[in-house]
């Protein structure tokens, strides 16, 4: 018997402990921009096992082309086959700027009036062609989510989209990262503690892979609003894990 007791003693210390269940899930989204920490980003995500969703336009990147020519398909295969999630954010990563009596849908590049007006066809083609980059790349396609640029939406392009298979997936107030903030008045720790602070179970939360504007980048403290996050008891998921957040 004290034998027996013994070996199941030591089986049990052998085996992994069982994972802590969750006080909440969370969910990391990114969105394109100038791709200069692309890689770091994905091996942060490697680190601590977190899948997340990632939404995608053909921004210029820090190497002079754009984040869906073929010359990023490295990337986002390797996205692809760690299980991310993955919506449109445009070709162009132009602004919806209103919805006409007509039935079109104001589309203009940020801070101008110039631009084009969409009727149903012309926006989904829009939000369908990074889709077909994508497919390219890794031979499958995207989720069927987008985010508008800048979160800027109509009520009309919100109705084309569902019709050609997109659902429109924002971020929560709380989960807004601030990496597109001036890093003199927002500095990245504050920014940090902010989130890991106020986060809560069912926020989506922003970030991008890269941004033009801020001098100190704000990607290096993802690893520790993970780690505090995880330290809350909070799990991270891909959007399309749990539909919570299309209420």
């Not at 508008?148 to 019709?163: C, D, E, I, V, W």
Request: aromatic share 10%; proline share 5%.
């Amino acid at each position: 018997m004290i034998a027996r007791g013994l070996a199941a003693a030591i089986l049990a210390a052998a085996l992994p402990a069982a994972a802590a269940p969750c006080a909440g899930t969370v969910f990391l989204t990114f969105d394109t921009g100038h791709m200069e920490p692309a890689a770091a980003i994905a091996d942060i995500l490697d680190r601590h096992q977190v899948k997340a969703t990632f939404f995608l336009a053909n921004e210029k990147t820090k190497r002079g082309d754009g984040s869906l020519d073929p010359s990023w398909a490295p990337f986002w295969k390797r996205l692809a086959e760690s299980g991310h999630a993955f919506g449109s954010h445009t070709w162009r990563h132009w602004y919806f700027a209103g919805d006409t009596r007509a039935g079109k849908v104001r589309y203009a590049e940020r801070g101008t009036t110039r631009g084009e007006l969409l009727d149903g066809e012309s926006l989904c083609a829009e939000l369908k062609k990074p889709e077909e980059a994508f497919r390219a790349m890794t031979g499958r396609g995207f989720d069927g989510l987008w985010r508008a640029p800048g979160g800027r939406f109509t009520p009309m392009s919100l109705q084309y989209a569902k019709g050609c298979g997109f659902t429109h997936a924002g971020w929560s107030p709380a989960g807004f990262s601030g990496d597109e903030l001036p890093a003199d008045r927002y500095p990245g720790d504050k920014l940090v503690d902010r989130q890991i602070r106020d986060i809560r179970d069912g926020d989506i939360l922003l970030w991008h892979l890269g941004i033009w504007s801020r001098t100190e980048p704000l990607w290096p403290q993802l690893d520790r609003l993970i780690g505090g996050l995880k330290a809350r008891g909070l799990c991270f998921a891909r959007l399309t894990d749990d539909r919570r957040w299309m209420r």
